[in-house]
């Protein structure tokens, strides 16, 4: 079945640091991939999106790429802030389906 | 305007209590979704509603009984709940059922059962 792998969390970095954080995923056919951010007491916003390959989502600072070839859609940040600390879910929808399948989540902290 | 609202935000009940959740989006979205979340856990789907007819239910306990009364409002129903049950209930919504269509979620509604 589909799944989406994550790195462990916690990642904590100092403000200003290059932020990644690796997503891989298995899928049958040609999924959608998703990057959803979750700050302390909210729910789940969108942060960026790429439906094919090569597609690269982007917003607030945040990109990622569709990497078809080796199945991964790592999230990069050039300089992070304090107030990017949050939780970051990788995502997939695949096979003209509506069903999202998580990763485990990754827990940011970004210190002064 | 990608908005999605939850009501009530909070909710303590006891397990013998009946109580409801409510979901609204006005953005013409033809699918619907419950999800439910755990601390430190993704969220998990619950129930799927397209073009306001169940399409998923991913094996949830009959105390959650979801409702779509029209294609701008989504419920879910709770009656005899257990304290396992307390977590964040996640409102989400899509375009259309698509593998391409992005799903947008509300705020959540904490719930604590006692």
């Known amino acids: 079945g589909d799944s989406v792998t994550q790195m462990e969390g916690p990642v904590t970095l100092s403000e200003e640091a290059f932020l990644t954080i690796n997503c891989t995923y298995t899928?049958?056919?040609?999924?959608?991939l998703f990057w959803y951010v979750q700050y302390p007491g909210e729910g789940l916003q969108l942060l960026l999106k790429?439906?094919?390959?090569?597609d690269k989502g982007s917003n607030k600072g945040f990109e990622a790429t569709y990497r078809k070839e080796t199945t991964s859609f790592h999230l990069e940040k050039g300089s992070v802030q304090v107030s990017d600390s949050a939780v970051y879910f990788c995502?997939?929808?695949?096979?003209?389906?509506?069903?999202?399948?998580f990763g485990t989540g990754t827990q940011l902290k970004v210190e002064l | 305007d990608t908005e999605v609202t939850q009501t009530p935000k909070h909710l303590v009940m006891g397990m013998t209590n009946k109580k409801s959740l409510k979901c609204e989006q006005h953005m013409g979205h033809r699918a619907m979704y419950w999800y439910k979340q755990k601390a430190k856990k993704p969220p998990e789907l619950m129930f799927v509603y397209s073009y306001e007819k169940l399409s998923i239910n991913e094996s949830v306990p009959s105390r959650f009984s979801p409702e779509c009364p029209n294609s701008s409002l989504l419920n879910l129903h709770l009656h005899a709940l257990q304290p396992e049950d307390s977590a964040l209930y996640l409102c989400a919504s899509s375009q259309d059922p698509g593998a391409g269509d992005t799903i947008y979620f509300g705020e959540g509604s904490w719930l604590t059962v006692v």
């Open positions: 899928a049958t056919g040609y999924p959608s």
């Open positions: 790429a439906t094919k390959a090569d």
């Open positions: 995502a997939l929808k695949a096979g003209g389906g509506n069903k999202l399948t």
